[in-house]
Nanobody
Framework: QVPLVESGGGLVQAGDSLRLSCATS????????IAWFRQALGQEREFVAF????????DYTDSVKGRFTISRDHAKSTVYLQMNSLKFEDTAVYYC?????????????????????WGQGTQVTVSK
């Protein structure tokens, strides 16, 4: 079992920034693919960002490219999602997830069914 605990959500205005944190167990960030997903009220959960376990390279869904950055701190066993220039449509519950089987392709790591462990989520609300 890989514990994942999100924090950092809140209520902000459009254009503001937030940094979400996903605290996990020691070594998990370097051993598992870690992703951020989000789910807006009444909508399906969608992929946001991914960081590869070995190289640390990243990928994003088109709607957040240039605004969001996923990163990790091995010493703190934490994965972050820095969100800048927030928009109303970024409002959602944000979840981090860990994949114990290596996903190489976008089609793989963007699919929520490939993830084995999930956090409880943190609410991000962006007012217009």
């Amino acid at each position: 079992q890989v514990p994942l605990v999100e924090s950092g959500g809140g209520l902000v205005q459009a254009g503001d920034s937030l940094r979400l944190s996903c605290a996990t167990s020691q070594g998990a960030a370097g051993s598992y693919g870690i992703a951020w997903f989000r789910q807006a009220l009444g909508q399906e959960r969608e992929f946001v960002a991914f960081i590869r376990p070995t190289t640390g390279t990243t990928d994003y869904t088109d709607s957040v490219k240039g605004r969001f950055t996923i990163s990790r701190d091995h010493a703190k066993s934490t994965v972050y999602l820095q969100m800048n220039s927030l928009k109303f449509e970024d409002t959602a519950v944000y979840y981090c997830a860990a994949d114990r089987n290596y996903c190489a392709s976008y089609g793989c790591f963007s699919a929520e069914y490939n993830y084995d462990y999930w956090g409880q989520g943190t609410q991000v609300t962006v007012s217009k």
